[in-house]
């Protein structure tokens, strides 16, 4: 079973986003010497508590900090780009570090509407319905394949052509399922944030599955929310700031990712209880042992190929040693041996 890991670059209090830049690059690493196979980070805007809102840049930045680890967006936010613009960044992403880079595309807006009218420059918000369009005219130029009628046929996209990464499908719902197997490319399914459709996308996908150049078989990666400790307790303790902050995210008020004291702290209305309740009801946290049984489970009730973890810390020790009692108990192969 592989693991990877996905990093949103947390902001947390007390801390800079220049901090939380550097505290990625902390992660990579780790990840890349505990076995890990590969790191995504993920497109989000107007969030004062996330930091990735550039994942080509950050990808440069991760992948000149490290060696063998695969990088990677999830995802870029398609409908928010020119998808000239996209081959063209992981084109050149892809030529400096060959073999190494992972496009994961996503048809939502990563942000509120307002942001994303000002990404697009355009007062239509619904482009998420052009997907399959955008993603040709994407593919066309990596490939040098657009149609002579298409009227971008006569750009060629330099260092994209020739440097295609490889492409992934991001989804939450069965749309990007069915999209990806009929496309014959890999699919990760969010189910850190959309779990009780898991079971549904994942067989969609492989029903939908027509085999590429890319792939014989379908391949399937599922996004876990995961956060082990050395006991339960520690382990719901450092959990707080992630539902605090997400509660505030959904009630509009989104900000710097609070401290676990402060998560304790606080006195929750009976909203923020629900929204908690809601946004971590597939979350994996406890301890080693817990973590080890429920990703079992998940791989087993799925057939998924792949596991990418997300973990939701303040603080980026805490992430670091969740990912290393992960790798430990899950037995990753550190990458020295």
Same mark, same amino acid.
């Given at each position: 079973?592989?693991?990877?890991?996905l990093?949103?670059? %947390?902001?947390?209090? #007390?801390?800079? @986003?220049?901090?939380?830049?550097?505290?990625?690059?902390r992660? /990579?690493?780790?990840?890349?010497?505990?076995?890990?196979?590969?790191?995504w980070?993920?497109?989000?805007?107007?969030?004062? #508590? %996330?930091?990735?809102?550039?994942?080509?840049?950050?990808?440069?930045?991760?992948?000149?900090?490290?060696?063998?680890?695969?990088?990677?967006?999830?995802?870029?936010?398609?409908?928010?780009?020119?998808?000239? &613009?996209?081959?063209?960044?992981?084109?050149m +992403?892809?030529?400096?570090?060959?073999?190494r880079? *992972?496009?994961?595309?996503?048809r939502?807006?990563?942000?509120?509407? &307002?942001? =994303?009218? @000002?990404l697009?420059?355009?007062?239509?918000?619904?482009?998420?319905?052009?997907?399959?369009?955008?993603?040709g005219?994407? +593919?066309?130029y990596?490939?040098?394949?657009? $149609?002579?009628?298409?009227?971008?046929?006569?750009?060629?996209a330099? $260092?994209?052509?020739?440097?295609?990464?490889?492409?992934?499908?991001?989804?939450?719902?069965?749309?990007?399922?069915?999209?990806? #197997?009929?496309?014959? %490319?890999?699919?990760?399914? =969010?189910?850190?944030?959309?779990?009780?459709?898991?079971?549904?996308? /994942?067989?969609?996908?492989?029903? @939908?599955?027509?085999?590429?150049? &890319?792939?014989?078989?379908?391949?399937?990666?599922?996004?876990?929310?995961?956060? =082990?400790?050395?006991?339960?307790?520690?382990?719901?303790?450092?959990?707080?700031?992630? @539902?605090?902050?997400?509660?505030? +995210?959904?009630?509009?008020?989104?900000?710097?990712?609070?401290?676990?004291?402060?998560?304790?702290?606080?006195?929750?209305? $009976?909203?923020?209880?629900?929204?908690?309740?809601?946004? #971590?009801?597939?979350?994996?946290?406890?301890?080693?042992?817990?973590?080890?049984?429920?990703?079992? *489970? +998940?791989?087993?009730?799925?057939?998924?190929?792949?596991?990418?973890?997300?973990?939701?810390?303040?603080?980026? *020790? *805490?992430?670091?040693?969740?990912?290393?009692?992960?790798?430990?108990?899950?037995?990753?192969a550190?990458?020295?041996?």
């Amino acid at each position: 079973m592989r693991l990877s890991v996905l990093d949103l670059s %947390i902001v947390g209090e #007390g801390a800079t @986003a220049s901090d939380a830049l550097a505290s990625s690059l902390r992660l /990579a690493r780790a990840a890349e010497r505990l076995g890990y196979h590969r790191y995504w980070v993920a497109e989000h805007h107007n969030m004062p #508590g %996330i930091a990735s809102s550039s994942p080509p840049v950050l990808i440069a930045h991760l992948a000149a900090g490290t060696t063998t680890l695969r990088l990677g967006s999830g995802g870029v936010m398609l409908p928010n780009h020119s998808p000239l &613009v996209v081959a063209e960044q992981f084109g050149m +992403l892809e030529a400096l570090h060959p073999g190494r880079i *992972d496009l994961g595309l996503g048809r939502a807006p990563g942000t509120d509407g &307002v942001t =994303a009218a @000002a990404l697009r420059r355009t007062n239509r918000l619904d482009q998420g319905d052009d997907f399959p369009n955008l993603l040709g005219e994407l +593919l066309g130029y990596f490939n040098d394949s657009l $149609p002579p009628e298409h009227p971008f046929s006569k750009i060629h996209a330099t $260092p994209a052509r020739g440097y295609q990464p490889a492409i992934w499908l991001l989804g939450s719902s069965d749309y990007s399922a069915h999209l990806a #197997g009929r496309l014959g %490319i890999p699919f990760s399914f =969010a189910h850190h944030f959309a779990g009780d459709n898991t079971e549904a996308a /994942a067989e969609v996908y492989r029903r @939908a599955f027509t085999p590429s150049d &890319v792939l014989d078989e379908p391949y399937l990666m599922l996004g876990v929310n995961v956060l =082990a400790a050395p006991t339960e307790e520690e382990a719901r303790f450092l959990s707080g700031p992630s @539902a605090l902050s997400m509660a505030r +995210l959904r009630q509009g008020r989104p900000g710097l990712y609070p401290t676990p004291e402060a998560a304790a702290a606080h006195e929750w209305s $009976p909203q923020e209880v629900a929204i908690a309740k809601s946004w #971590g009801k597939n979350h994996v946290i406890g301890t080693p042992g817990l973590v080890r049984r429920s990703l079992e *489970d +998940l791989v087993a009730r799925t057939g998924a190929d792949e596991l990418m973890v997300t973990t939701m810390a303040h603080g980026p *020790d *805490d992430r670091i040693r969740s990912l290393e009692l992960t790798a430990e108990v899950m037995d990753l192969a550190p990458a020295h041996a």
